[in-house]
């Protein structure tokens, strides 16, 4: 029963494109994030989302918005997709005040062509 | 922002050999976590740090969180070839309604049979 799910798993798709991955925590937690993932491993926080408060890191362009349909649940979709977007993308999770860091997905591997 | 320096970038070693990686800050962080990341998946939390000074185990793993909170290293006693994958260090403070976890860059780790 995994904890924080996503999916496609992987994501191959043209130029200018619009596309969605989808983000799922069985939890309980009250905040979701996502994270991007360099060629270089870096590890980026994008957003971190509770149902209050939406925090968007200023690095990250508006082509790419979260969307939250529920507390369970945050989407990522990105628009007009371009060459330097591709990287894997990470969703994860963690309840307000706790100090057990945060919980991953296994990621999306995005590849833009 | 903030950053973390982790370091070495990479480790090559042999099987039984002992590891030893480190992480610091320009600014003080209120709990340390240390997570490894397999092939195709997400981080996975392998100790956690909440008090300056704590030296804290995890099977073959020691974690030590710095007097001045602004650094963390880790240990890793008796390498085994599944020890394998790359080893974020994270710095979490909680401001306001959630937290910001922010991510060394990594160390990859390579363990010989």
């Known amino acids: 029963d995994t904890a924080v799910s996503q999916t496609p798993k992987y994501l191959v798709t043209q130029m200018g494109n619009d596309k969605s991955i989808k983000c799922e925590q069985n939890l309980g937690h009250d905040t979701m994030y996502w994270y991007k993932q360099d060629s270089k491993k870096f590890l980026k926080i994008m957003f971190s989302?509770?149902?209050?408060?939406?925090?968007i890191n200023e690095t990250v362009p508006n082509r790419f918005s979260p969307k939250s349909p529920d507390k369970a649940h945050l989407n990522l979709h990105i628009n007009s997709l371009e060459l330097g977007d591709s990287a894997v993308y990470f969703c994860?999770?963690?309840?307000?005040?706790?100090?057990?860091?945060?919980?991953f997905g296994s990621g999306t591997r995005l590849t833009v062509v | 922002g903030q950053q973390l320096n982790q370091s070495p970038q990479s480790m090559f070693i042999q099987e039984g050999e002992d590891v030893s990686m480190n992480c610091t800050s320009s600014?003080?962080?209120?709990?340390w976590l240390w997570y490894k990341q397999d092939p195709g998946e997400g981080p996975v939390l392998l100790i956690a740090l909440y008090k300056a000074g704590e030296l804290t185990s995890n099977g073959r793993l020691t974690a030590q969180f710095g007097i001045t909170r602004k650094d963390s290293f880790l240990n890793i006693s008796a390498s085994i070839p599944s020890d394998v994958g790359i080893y974020f260090c994270?710095?979490?403070?909680?401001?306001?309604?959630?937290?910001?976890?922010?991510f060394g860059k990594g160390t990859k780790l390579s363990v010989k049979p």
């Open positions: 989302y509770n149902n209050k408060e939406l925090i």
């Open positions: 994270a710095g979490l403070n909680y401001g306001g309604s959630q937290g910001n976890l922010i």
């Open positions: 994860a999770s963690s309840a307000k005040g706790s100090l057990y860091g945060y919980t």
């Open positions: 600014s003080i962080f209120n709990t």
